[in-house]
T-cell receptor, first 112, second 110 residues
């Protein structure tokens, strides 16, 4: 089954404790991205990657890092999380047909 | 997203038609999308329209695009309780970078 998976689905952590949210897709897509969803703001792109070892900032990259060592994986790294990074995070990958984005199930992060 | 605007809330009676409106600013958008998000779930692509089309119909869903006014709408015919969700309008340029609206919460009442 074609899918995007994220782990963990839920995470509560404390300020300053490094964390990684993993994302994996099995569709051989080249383009992957991370979004955060906040009430009243919709989804905003954090980082994206057009291929292995090619990453770039989206609209709200501050406080985040990503890596793309393999085509299928695109982890999101928070080196020193802060409470304003409490949000719902979605990973997505894009195939070539009509640019449809396939979204993961989301990771709800709370930073205390 | 500031470049895509939607109303935040819509209440509709079961069996009636729902119309969700969206305006966007990027005239170079290749595709325009409607996504549905049910409580506690991710985003599900409902339908999309290519920028050179005016209308697309898919079962109960009708998408209208007015490119001159940069206005997109989604009509759901015979709205059911299962249609209660948040609906996001999104525009896309090259390589699928999506600009989302804030989402419209649709509540279907019996």
């Amino acid at each position: 089954e074609a899918q995007v998976t994220q782990n963990p689905r839920y995470l509560i952590t404390v300020t300053g404790k490094k964390l990684t949210v993993t994302c994996s897709q099995n569709m051989n897509h080249e383009y992957m991205s991370w979004y955060r969803q906040d009430p009243g703001l919709g989804l905003r792109q954090i980082y994206y990657s057009m291929n292995v070892e090619v990453t770039d900032k989206g609209d709200v990259p501050e406080g985040y890092k990503v890596s793309r060592k393999e085509k299928r994986n695109f982890p999101l790294i928070l080196e020193s999380p802060s409470p304003n990074q409490t949000s719902l995070y979605f990973c997505a990958s894009t195939g070539s047909l009509n640019n449809e984005q396939f979204f993961g199930p989301g990771t709800r992060l709370t930073v205390l | 997203g500031e470049d895509v605007e939607q109303s935040l809330f819509l209440s509709v009676r079961e069996g009636d038609s729902s119309v969700i409106n969206c305006t966007y600013t990027d005239s170079s958008s290749t595709y325009l999308y409607w996504y549905k998000q049910e409580p506690g779930a991710g985003l599900q692509l409902l339908t999309y329209i290519f920028s050179n089309m005016d209308m697309k119909q898919d079962q109960r869903l009708t998408v209208l695009l007015n490119k001159k006014d940069k206005h997109l709408s989604l009509r759901i015919a015979d709205t059911q309780t299962g249609d209660s969700a948040i609906y996001f309008c999104a525009e896309s340029g090259r390589w699928g970078k999506l600009q989302f609206g804030a989402g419209t919460q649709v509540v279907v009442t019996p």
